[in-house]
């Protein structure tokens, strides 16, 4: 039997390769399609956990913090401060605010219904499923 690796045998094994990761990646593509919006369960979002969104949104909390690991980070993880601090904190913790030492958080201007709409924001977030991330409830 000839033993010769022609051409042709490796641009079938590039096609069948290329071929088969493809079908792999359209699969997952479209699994993560379908589990984005279970996972997230954007449905369920309150009005007014909406408002909060915006309210975050725009006073550009994650200039500093992250939310599940997007943002900057010089202040702590906000993807799970509802389930590390719970929702008195949170408000308490913004209306303080400039407290600490060497990192501060600026104080913003908000009423107590600004509060528990971002308290309610926060809340929905900390229920996304993120496969148990981050692995610590430090963040
Ligand atoms: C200029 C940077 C900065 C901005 C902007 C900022 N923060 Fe902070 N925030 C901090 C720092 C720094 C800390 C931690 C301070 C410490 O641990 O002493 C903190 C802590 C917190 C905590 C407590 C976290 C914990 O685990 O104890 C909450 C809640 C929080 N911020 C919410 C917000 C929200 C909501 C916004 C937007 C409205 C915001 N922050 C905007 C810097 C910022």
Redesign the pocket.
Do not use: D, E
């Given at each position: 039997m000839q033993q010769t690796f022609t051409k042709a045998m490796a641009r079938n094994i590039f096609l069948g390769g290329a071929a088969f990761f493809l079908i792999i990646y359209l699969v997952l593509t479209v699994d993560s399609w379908r589990q984005i919006p279970i996972r997230d369960h954007a449905s369920q979002m309150s009005p007014a956990a909406e408002r909060g969104k915006y309210?975050?949104d725009s006073?550009?909390?994650i200039?500093?913090?992250t939310i599940n690991g997007e943002g900057a980070y010089?202040?702590?993880e906000?993807g799970n401060?509802y389930t590390?601090?719970g929702p008195d904190?949170?408000k308490a913790?913004?209306k303080a605010q400039p407290i600490?030492?060497y990192?501060?958080?600026?104080h913003?201007n908000f009423s107590d219904k600004d509060l528990d709409d971002?308290t309610a924001y926060?809340q929905w977030v900390s229920r996304i499923n993120t496969n148990h991330w981050p692995p610590n409830i430090q963040?």
């Open positions: 309210l975050m006073n550009n909390c200039g500093c913090h010089y202040a702590p906000l401060v590390r601090r904190f949170i913790w913004i600490g030492g990192r501060q958080m600026p913003f971002i926060l963040g």
